[in-house]
């Protein structure tokens, strides 16, 4: 069955650079920049260049080319106080956090932004930053038995008055949050999005996430990726939506597109991929079946740590705005993007790219006899609550 949805516009994220060292792990010149000044003007450029989203990281520990960090749900906080439409999602981790506590923080942070905070919830890969903050750190799998609860909590705290829900890891009585989160029309709580490749990710995410995230791939790995997905979406009688990372070189020709990745991949912090590349790809290993998020990333793939390359958003705007429409064809909804200088690639990709997508769509709708409306938001395509 295809996931396409033609009648509704795609929507733009960008990823937050909320750690140091830029979206590539390369020496390349990266006119970016991980502290709050920077990071504020950058979320007022995307919200009136067309971006409706903002996805920031969760990163505790230097690691892999990102020797500092801001935490990842305060700087959403104050990026959504220094907007106005920009919607921002909070990365974190179940592991981290009690999702009593994160529901409330994200009901006050809903209120102070008019219904515009949202999470992406990350089952974590990175070990060392759970051991040596002396927390248990769960099997791959198991780490999904924990994420599928604690989003569940989130929901039930979020929707229900006197929740309680009795599972392996949390225990929730009679629970009232009120406020309660802002009522937004169409959609019935913050949304929740969700990160991972693994085969326990996909169907966690399809029973309990509104939106997939993949890592970057190509048409064929994008399918396969969300059929997943779809297969236990399909079986709780829910449908989420589908989000695709893509690293963004556009310029005025091809070959100079081409030659900037070039000169990112031969400027590569050679021991800072590689490192990284052991860590992650023993995450992956000690899944049931092997397949881990970065199980078939080559070198050049890490150099973007997830997977940006592989979805080819390089040449032209044309180029771009042209493969961005193929990937609409087969199920993206939302494409999450990250560029070498964002303040200027975030502005140039709303003049640039953006208005030749739009045409495009409308288009590939006319084609197949569905009614295209540009303004249009999703409203109506949240899960039911049907295994919720
Ligand atoms: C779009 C996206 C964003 C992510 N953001 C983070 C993050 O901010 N911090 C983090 O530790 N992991 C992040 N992850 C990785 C997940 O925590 C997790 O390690 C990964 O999805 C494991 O995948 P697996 O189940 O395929 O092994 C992200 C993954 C995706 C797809």
């Known amino acids: 069955m295809s996931v396409a949805d033609l009648s509704t516009p795609l929507k733009f994220a960008y990823w937050v650079p909320n750690v140091s060292g830029g979206l590539v792990v390369s020496t390349i010149e990266q006119r970016t920049s991980w502290d709050f000044d920077y990071n504020r003007k950058l979320a007022r450029i995307a919200e009136d260049a067309g971006f409706e989203y903002a996805l920031s990281q969760t990163r505790y520990a230097a690691s892999y080319g990102a020797d500092k960090q801001h935490e990842a749900t305060s700087f959403s906080l104050a990026l959504l106080a220094a907007t106005e439409r920009l919607k921002v999602i909070a990365a974190v981790h179940p592991g981290m956090w009690h999702p009593g506590v994160l529901a409330k923080f994200i009901i006050t942070a809903d209120h102070i932004s008019n219904g515009r905070a949202a999470v992406n919830i990350v089952s974590g890969w990175l070990k060392a930053e759970f051991v040596n903050f002396g927390l248990e750190w769960l099997e791959h799998d198991e780490r999904y038995v924990r994420t599928e609860e604690f989003i569940r909590v989130l929901r039930g705290l979020w929707t229900e008055q006197g ?47 509104d939106w997939y995230f993949s890592n970057g791939k190509d048409l064929d790995g ?6 997943g997905v779809q297969a236990s979406a399909t079986a709780a009688g829910r449908r989420p939506r589908y989000g695709l990372n893509g690293f963004v070189i556009a310029r005025d020709s091809e070959k100079e597109a081409r030659d ?13 991929v590689e490192g990284f590349r052991d860590a992650v790809q023993e995450a992956g290993a000690s899944t049931k079946d092997g397949k881990g998020m970065w199980a078939d990333s080559s070198f050049e793939d890490l150099i973007q740590y997830n997977d940006g390359f592989r979805t ?24 999450l993007t990250c560029y070498l200088h964002f303040q200027e690639e975030v ?18 709708a ?5 009614d295209f409306d540009p303004d249009e938001t999703l409203t109506g395509t949240h899960p039911s609550k049907a295994g919720v």
């Not at 900037?260 to 800072?272: D, G």
């Not at 080819?312 to 494409?335: C, D, H, M, S, W």
């Open 163 to 209: 929740y309680s829900q009795s599972g392996k890891y949390y225990d929730i009585t009679d629970f009232t949050l009120s406020p309660p989160p802002v009522d937004v029309p169409g959609r019935p709580h913050p949304e929740v999005f969700f990160g991972g490749n693994s085969t326990a990710a996909q169907a966690t995410a399809g029973r309990v996430a």
């Open 312 to 335: 080819q958003l390089i040449g032209t705007p044309e180029q771009i705005a042209e493969r961005i429409v193929e990937y609409k064809k087969i199920g993206v909804n939302l494409f």
């Open 347 to 364: 502005a140039a990709f709303g003049t640039d790219i953006l208005p030749i997508v739009r045409e495009l769509e409308a288009d590939a």
């Open 260 to 272: 900037t990745l070039r000169e990112i991949v031969a400027k590569a912090h050679r021991p800072a």
């Open 222 to 227: 994008f399918r396969e990726n969300i059929a």
């Open 366 to 370: 006319r084609r197949a006899g569905v």
